[in-house]
């Protein structure tokens, strides 16, 4: 099988290729998107990650594919319905590090809560001093967490440690889990109103874009706080950067934002008129790396060694199991 790989760092493929010996495989530092389809044109299976965009030109032009594994649990980078019309098997990663971005969630929610990077800034100034930099205990407070899968129920199981109530909205409720980690499911307009901090675990899906808007910002507690590490889609920048404004907000930690895989392109973005749209967004992200109250890390809630490393053998499990005849984590 002809395998190629996008957006591979360096390390990762001597994993691979110990894995996956007998097969003929190609590496990529890039994404895969429209622009460098030819370095997969032969391939029989690719693996990708967020940033490559398998749309519908870049499937109709890879006339060998029979399968496409992407390294992450999210899949809204690829045309699945396409993908199927055209037999081509998805496979995701479904389980990896649930633990993981739980604890980039509470490393946010902490920063936050006791005005770390604040204080960081101002040691940097030369300036001790305590001013504006008064915290709040999270015992006590309610968290609502907005997808209650694998990656919320750890969340939950941290926030109970730390002596917070829990009220969670999931389309599928398990009540048996409920009881057991002591949480209850709310409506997602219930739970804006009652949480002191909005922790968002959902999917990026037609139904859950901008779910965090205007409207749904208007029934937040005010002076909440909102933790995105899922998808940057799931915020409307411009009714983030309201809600800010009007003190509905008092915080923000986001691992993720809309637009944010151009941020790295920004001098070729911001001079190609077929991408003003993006470049919109992404002045609207300035914005908010300008606001004290807001908290950036880059996309790195799942970037631990560990979960790298599952990643890594599960995608090499999962193209075995294809050629085998035998897929699982089937999309």
């Known amino acids: 099988m002809k395998i190629s790989f996008f957006e591979i760092k360096g390390w990762e493929k001597k994993h691979l290729k110990s894995s996956l010996k007998g097969h003929k495989l190609s590496f990529h530092k890039e994404p895969l998107t429209e622009k460098n389809i030819s370095l997969a044109k032969d391939a029989d299976i690719i693996s990708v990650f967020i940033y490559s965009k398998i749309n519908k030109k870049v499937l109709n032009s890879l ?11 999210g899949y809204d980078h690829i045309s699945l319905g396409v993908a199927k019309k055209k037999g081509v098997c998805v496979c995701n990663i479904p389980s990896y590090g649930e633990n993981t971005v739980a604890e980039h ?45 694998k990656i919320g129920l750890h969340v939950i199981r941290i926030a109970k440690s730390f002596g917070m109530n829990v009220i969670a909205f999931d389309v599928n409720q398990d009540n048996f889990i409920a009881e057991v980690l002591d949480f209850k499911y709310l409506s997602f307009k219930e739970l804006l109103k009652k949480s002191d901090i909005v922790s968002l675990h959902a999917p990026h899906n037609e139904k859950t874009h901008h779910m965090i808007n205007r409207d749904s910002i208007k029934l937040m507690k005010k002076g909440s706080f909102l933790i995105n590490t899922s998808r940057g889609a799931l915020v409307d920048l411009d009714a983030l950067i309201m809600g800010l404004e009007k003190n509905i907000i008092a915080g923000a930690g986001l691992d993720v934002i809309e637009g944010e895989e151009f941020i790295k392109e920004e001098k070729q973005l911001l001079y190609d ?23 950036f890390t880059p996309h790195i809630a799942f970037y631990s060694h560990e979960a790298l490393m599952r990643i890594l053998k599960q995608t090499s499990e999962n193209i075995k199991a294809y050629i085998k005849e035998e897929p699982f984590n089937k999309l």
């Open 63 to 73: 006339k060998n594919l029979k399968l496409i594994c992407t390294r992450s649990t």
């Open 105 to 149: 969630t509470f490393a946010l929610i902490l920063a936050l809560s006791r005005n770390i990077h604040k204080s960081y800034v101002k040691t940097l100034r030369n300036d001790f001093s305590l001013e504006g930099l008064m915290g709040f205990d999270l015992k006590n407070k309610t968290l609502g967490v907005v997808g209650a899968g």
């Open 273 to 295: 008129p077929e991408k003003m749209e993006s470049a919109l967004t992404l002045a609207k992200d300035h914005i908010l790396f300008d606001n004290e109250k807001v908290i």
